[in-house]
């Protein structure tokens, strides 16, 4: 298989902050490849160095051969950008903005007008054509912003968080129209935070985290990686403090345990990765209450991307969110406090 994406040793800075340290991937033709990680980890950064909005300070970026910093005019002709958030002029109509994105990439009107009813039909935005964009929802935006990436065929398009700000419809329609793109051929680069995208989408993905990548491959592989089932339980309701402790070292006996934390946030309540067994849940239960530990709740579930992420970094995506919110609250106050 041919490779549309080359990244080596990429490296971007702002002032002291080293948003991009050393990134290497490549992206095969006609496959989705995922880019995970928590907001700040550096995928906007990424991203915006591979289609030459940004000048990386050291690395390599080839687009289908072409390299994007010797060669940036060819590269984006080769590549299709739809960025985390939409700007469309809103007195224009849908019709109007499609147009001027055709006259800006030079296609010939007659090309275009070809295209763009294609791509108005493809994308469920025939009815809404004639009307401005001032008034389409967030979900018929993004459906345009969309379409004006691809409105000169790119070979790769990449998207920055395509998903935020959708709901659960507009998102299924996104999912679906990225899906009928790669059937046709195209390769797809999408980021995201989300870890249900990147499971639902990518053939392939990388995760990064503050700036590296630290993991690569299939979904199934990174999960295969970080071991067997996770079993969530909860010691009864209302249960002694020391409860939690005891019903640890009893499953940590067991022979299929092969670890197990204790809730932080809930001091009752139980983590375990087990191995492949054909009924883990009902030893478990059947262990606790010989000793007088009855169990609340309980689920089995298949390692996540999340616990992939956990098992690379020692936090979840979640975890991560959370510590880069408060960064940047805390900076936000600082600055209010400066004035």
């Known amino acids: 298989m041919t490779i549309a994406l080359v990244i080596e040793k990429l490296q971007k800075s702002y002032g002291t902050v080293k948003a991009v340290k050393n990134i290497s991937f ?9 880019i995970l990680g928590p907001n700040g980890a550096g995928k906007t950064t990424t991203i915006r160095c591979i289609c030459t909005l940004s000048q990386p300070d050291a690395g390599q970026i080839e687009v289908g051969g072409v390299s994007v910093i010797d060669n940036p005019r060819a590269a984006r002709r080769r590549l299709g950008y739809v960025a985390q958030e939409v700007a469309l002029d809103k007195m224009l109509t849908g019709q109007e903005l ?59 398009l990449v998207l920055d968080e395509p998903s935020v700000g959708l709901d659960i419809e507009s998102r299924f329609i996104l999912w679906d129209f990225l899906r009928k793109l790669k059937a046709a051929g195209t390769t797809v680069v999408i980021t995201s935070h989300y870890l249900e995208e990147i499971d639902a989408l990518a053939d392939r993905l990388a995760i990064i985290d503050q700036g590296e990548i630290i993991a690569t491959g299939t979904p199934s592989e990174l999960k295969n990686r970080v071991g067997g089932d996770r079993v969530t339980l909860r010691i009864r309701e209302f249960s002694p403090p020391d409860e939690a402790e005891k019903a640890k070292h009893l499953l940590e006996s067991l022979p299929f345990v092969e670890e197990a934390i204790i809730n932080s946030a809930q001091g009752n309540s139980l983590n375990l990765v087990v191995t492949s067994q054909s009924n883990p849940l009902t030893q478990i239960e059947q262990s606790l209450a010989a000793a007088d530990l009855p169990i609340f709740s309980m689920a089995q579930s298949r390692p996540s991307l999340d616990d992939v992420y956990l098992a690379a970094t020692g936090r979840t995506l979640m975890d991560a969110e959370l510590a880069a919110a408060g960064s940047r609250d805390l900076k936000a106050e600082q600055k209010q406090a400066m004035k």
């Open 26 to 34: 490549q992206v095969q033709t006609g496959e989705i490849f995922g």
């Open 98 to 156: 499609l147009e001027l994105q055709g006259a800006i990439y030079h296609i010939p009107n007659k090309v275009a007008k070809e295209r763009i009813s294609e791509l108005l039909q493809l994308l469920g935005l025939e009815e809404y054509a004639n009307k401005k964009t001032g008034t389409y929802s967030g979900g018929l935006r993004k459906r345009l912003d969309l379409a004006a990436g691809l409105l000169h065929q790119p070979d790769v």
